[in-house]
């Protein structure tokens, strides 16, 4: 099995552990007697995120004075980590909620803007969104649609945003709009936006492969009036700010692949021992020990690379390569060790009566969210020719 507890060899703080029993228990209590129920039915839980809220969840980055946590990125990829090694589908709505929303109008809001929609964020009543991609602009951010126009002293918001994590649900939703000329890094603005404003509402709910459990959803702007003091930071600055929000966000993915690949190896790892087959354990076959040791291994690999990136976060260091390489290995780790989980388990691996079925359908979105492995390498590439 693979732990937090049982890897001493990895020096992990007093706070660090009290944050993966905090999550363990939440996951054993809240989400796991659930999994396949949300899942079956794609019914997004909200009523837990308060929950999560008491217990500084929905906060980990942000600072006591404006209701967070205040702790760091190895507390916070531990949370996601513990979390999605039970439902992927939760750890994905609490990282997206901390990494996009929160972590954007904290790094980037003002005074004003912190205090006004921080607390409540923080304390899980309410909920984030965030959105950047479009139906036409998946990786080509800067060829976006929406629009804000100013108007006095307010913003008219026009365009769709899809695959928006919370689409529905969420409370408040920071929006990337152009305000300038197509394809320009310095074309583009960050507002947030609050349900039930005026032209703003909720469109198509995705029908997902997995994280079945994880609302994905439209958000329609049709004239939507949002007042200057809504802006995030300067004009121009808004594709700026969402590369930089991503850098950060890509690790918490990489922590979620982490779970992912860790649940699916646990869930293997036990099955193989007690699975007989010619009057052995299968685990005693080379064919099936030979899979666990490379489940291990890469799954070890990709923990390194995650602390490797957050440590850096903690630094304050650029972490774009080091985030890029965590994600991208991260994901492509919990594919195949979700892939291999199932071939252990062999027929029953095909079934819901085991978990492994659904960490493989859940395993996907980790290569595709928030930048998929071609743009991951991308940004690698450009790093290393750079220097």
Not at 239 to 260: E, H, V, Y
Request: hydrophobic letters at 40%.
């Amino acid at each position: 099995m693979i732990d937090i507890e049982l890897r001493p060899e990895i020096e992990t703080s007093e706070t660090q552990r009290m944050v993966y029993e905090a999550a363990r228990d939440f996951a054993a209590q809240f989400i796991k007697p659930n999994i396949m129920k949300w899942d079956e039915s794609q019914y997004f839980p909200l009523e837990i995120f308060e929950k999560a809220g008491a217990l500084g969840f929905m906060g980990m980055l942000i600072p006591e004075s404006y209701g967070g946590s205040g702790m760091g990125y190895h507390e916070y990829t531990t949370l996601i980590e513990t979390i999605s090694i039970v439902d992927p589908s939760i750890g994905l709505s609490i990282a997206a909620h901390n990494s996009l929303c929160v972590n954007h109008i904290y790094e980037f809001g003002n005074e004003t803007q912190r205090l006004k929609w921080l607390p409540k964020l923080c304390e899980g009543t309410f909920l984030g969104a965030w959105g950047l991609t479009e139906h036409n602009t998946g990786s080509d951010a800067k060829g976006m649609s929406t629009t804000a126009r100013k108007e006095g002293d307010n913003w008219i918001l026009n365009g769709t945003k899809n695959f928006t994590t919370h689409g529905i649900s969420g409370d408040i939703a920071v929006v990337i709009a152009r305000t300038g000329k197509k394809e320009n890094n310095r074309s583009m603005s960050a507002f947030v936006v609050e349900r039930g404003t005026n032209g703003f509402y909720a469109g198509k709910k995705e029908n997902k492969l997995g994280m079945r459990a994880s609302e994905t959803a439209e958000m329609v702007f049709e004239d939507c009036i949002i007042p200057d003091e809504n802006r995030l930071g300067p004009v121009g600055d808004g594709f700026i700010q969402s590369m930089k929000i991503l850098d950060g966000g890509r690790i918490s993915i990489a922590a979620l692949s982490l779970g992912i690949a860790k649940g699916a190896y646990n869930a293997a790892l036990a099955y193989s021992k007690q699975r007989k087959q010619f009057g052995k354990p299968i685990s005693s076959f080379q064919g099936i020990s030979f899979k666990l040791a490379d489940m291990v291994t890469e799954i070890e690999a990709a923990s390194l690379l995650t602390q490797k990136a957050s440590e850096m976060k903690n630094l304050n260091l650029s972490v774009t390569q080091a985030g890029a390489m965590a994600k991208l290995f991260a994901s492509e780790t919990c594919v195949k060790v979700a892939n291999e989980a199932v071939q252990i388990f062999g027929g029953y691996g095909f079934t819901k009566d085991f978990p492994v079925e659904k960490f493989l359908r859940d395993s996907k979105l980790c290569t595709i969210g928030e930048g998929t492995s071609e743009i991951q390498k991308v940004v690698i590439a450009r790093k290393i020719l750079k220097d």
